[in-house]
């Protein structure tokens, strides 16, 4: 065989491998990317014929006040769920980090929210948050503060499903942070205890700054998941993003707009301002872990 | 491995200069997080078991007086739950053996082949991981539309057969495979295929194993995919049968929706626990969430 044939039998058996999933990523990513793109410049109800609409779309991005305050939710929701999550399981990761007894017990219970149904999640905490028989207002009322129905009130709503994500994602990020613990060389803080450092002062001087680059991996991978809630918010206020669309997130609203208003142009227009978000959310992380982050 | 024998070590260190009070502290603090953490899941399994009495019983009653096993069989016969259980197995192993296949096959081209445009093909795969799902729902509805496949099973699997995730994990691992097998496997007259299957995918069952099982997770519990595509109840998947099944009037017997909200939860729970270093392992190195 010749080097000319050989190569091109090596090229169409590697085209023929990647064959089976291109064409699905091709028909079922690629495509539907160009053609929201398409979507958001149209007037289109997924009847008729679709009718160019110019920036208008874009327009009622900037003039529509739901979607503000859906944006508004968008942003309390990830900002507190991501920060607070992080923190407490930074704190659980470097206690859990020793040689204890029933260690990978308490990791199994930390991971299990991870890999509840998070349907099944919002129908347990929808009962936890039950006024009258739920778990919360039992606990509260033991505390002499009475149980409320926070899930119907429009400035507890949010706060109670931001809480219930903090326990659910808690066992993800410790996982996370505790395979970065362990890359930490031992030696680093032999080193330190020798010049007399305390506990705090490895902490701040070693183990943070060695963990920024999982730290900042962490941060931008859960905000950019956390802008796509929408499974609880829809469970938990039954299907409305209520009360008064104080739980209303950005997919939930893309949600409505596309299939209960059926506006699929101005659905795409939101679609797009996910990824706009994304792509600003990656950036910001390719910048912080040039100039923040340290590595051993 | 190696990092966890230092791990150990580590740890034997730690303990060693460790005072026993600090200890103590430790062990209370993560013992009290744990108390939170699964505090839910013991409130949800007590009160699948209760009565209807006992739930609206306050202050509450921890302990069923009767475990109610029937409550399970009620929820059960509540809404047709063996057909979503059907469906979601259907569906999500469907899912799970076309994308294994999909992505070696894609992963064996990418790792040990040259063709022109690999680069580029490779970085495409990559980015796909970034795309939010949600950019591609109304063009993904219109074209499963076009197609008449709507609240079908094709609805719920054909957007999903190939994954850029997957490729890309199984690529890593095929890199880690020595050239001189594969060479030594050709120059015994061994065809692609052959090679793939007899020396690549032996060598690889853990990885295959983790994908597998993250890929099962993400689509047995998926939710928003099963809402947008199904309309009859007979085509519900088991998280959406329990969400219709949440606000329905079964919304207010909360026993019997802890009840189904076990039984959806369940497998994915078992094959955890069964497989948690899979699970964790293919977590912690990918970083990857649902």
């Known amino acids: 065989m010749s080097v000319r044939v050989r190569h091109l039998k090596e090229w169409f058996t590697a085209y023929a491998l ?12 690629i495509w539907p ?51 607070i999550t992080l923190i407490l399981a930074l704190g659980l990761a470097v206690l859990i980090n020793r040689d204890l007894k029933f260690r990978a017990a308490l990791r199994a219970i930390f991971f299990l929210p991870v890999v509840t149904t998070l349907v099944a999640v919002s129908g347990l905490w929808l009962f ?169 | 491995m190696s990092n966890e024998t230092q791990s150990v070590n580590n740890e034997i260190k730690t303990i060693s200069r460790t005072p026993t009070l600090e200890t103590i502290l430790v062990y209370a603090v993560l013992g009290a997080a744990a108390f939170i953490v699964f505090l839910p899941y013991v409130w949800m399994i007590l009160s699948a078991f209760k009565t209807p009495e006992e739930i609206f019983r306050y202050p509450p009653q921890w302990l069923p007086a009767e475990w109610r096993w029937q409550n399970f069989v009620e929820a059960w016969g509540k809404a047709p739950f063996g057909r979503f259980f059907i469906n979601s197995i259907l569906v999500s192993a469907s899912i799970v053996v076309i994308q294994v296949i999909t992505s070696t096959l894609a992963a064996y081209a990418f790792a040990f082949f040259k ?43 054909v957007p999903f057969l190939a994954s850029g995730f997957g490729t890309f994990l199984i690529r890593q691992q095929f890199l880690t495979i020595p050239t001189d097998l594969i060479d030594a496997a050709r120059i015994d007259g061994a065809s692609t295929p052959r090679i793939l299957w007899s020396v690549l995918v032996p060598l690889s069952r853990p990885t295959l194993a983790t994908f597998a099982l993250l ?33 329905g009037e079964a919304g207010t017997e909360w026993h019997l929706l802890m009840a189904a909200a076990i039984f959806t939860a369940l497998p994915i729970i078992l094959l955890f626990l069964i497989a948690q270093k899979q699970f964790v392992q293919g977590i912690a190195n990918s970083g990857l969430k649902g």
Request: glycine share 6%; aromatic share 16%; net charge neutral.
């Open chain 2, 115 to 157: 063709f022109p445009g690999k680069n580029i093909l490779f970085i495409l795969y990559l980015s796909i991981m970034m795309v939010p799902t949600q950019v591609t729902l109304i063009p993904n509805f219109v074209t499963l539309k076009n197609l008449n496949l709507l609240n079908t099973f094709g609805a719920l699997i």
């Open chain 1, 33 to 83: 990317m160009i053609y929201s793109g398409y979507l958001s410049f149209m007037k289109w109800d997924f009847l008729d014929e679709p009718r160019f609409a110019g920036l208008r779309n874009y327009e009622k991005l900037f003039n529509d006040d739901v979607l503000h305050l859906v944006l508004r939710n968008t942003a309390v929701y990830s900002v507190a769920v991501v920060f």
């Open chain 1, 18 to 29: 990647l064959a089976p999933s291109f064409i699905g990523l091709a028909t079922f990513i």
């Open chain 1, 128 to 296: 936890i948050y039950s006024p009258d028989f739920g778990l919360m207002s039992y606990i509260l009322r033991l505390f002499g503060s009475p149980g409320q129905a926070w899930l119907n009130q429009p400035n507890a709503a949010l706060w109670a499903i931001i809480i219930m994500m903090i326990w659910q994602g808690l066992g993800y990020d410790m996982i996370i942070l505790l395979s970065g613990l362990q890359n930490i060389r031992e030696d680093l803080y032999e080193a330190a205890m020798i010049d007399g450092a305390g506990h705090w002062a490895l902490f701040w001087n070693i183990t943070l700054p060695l963990l920024s680059p999982t730290l900042v991996f962490l941060l931008i991978v859960s905000i950019i998941q956390a802008f796509r809630v929408f499974d609880p918010v829809y469970v938990m206020s039954g299907g409305t993003g209520g009360p008064a669309n104080s739980t209303a997130t950005l997919v939930f609203y893309l949600y409505k707009q596309a299939f209960t208003n059926q506006d699929a142009g101005y659905a795409s227009a939101i679609a797009y301002l996910i990824v706009g978000i994304a792509v600003i959310l990656t950036a910001i992380q390719l910048t912080l872990s040039k100039r923040w982050v340290t590595y051993q």
């Open chain 2, 215 to 247: 890929s099962a997770m993400w689509h047995w519990n998926d939710f928003f995919w099963p809402l947008i595509v199904t309309s009859s109840t007979e085509m519900r998947t088991m998280p959406l049968g329990l969400a219709v099944f949440t606000q």
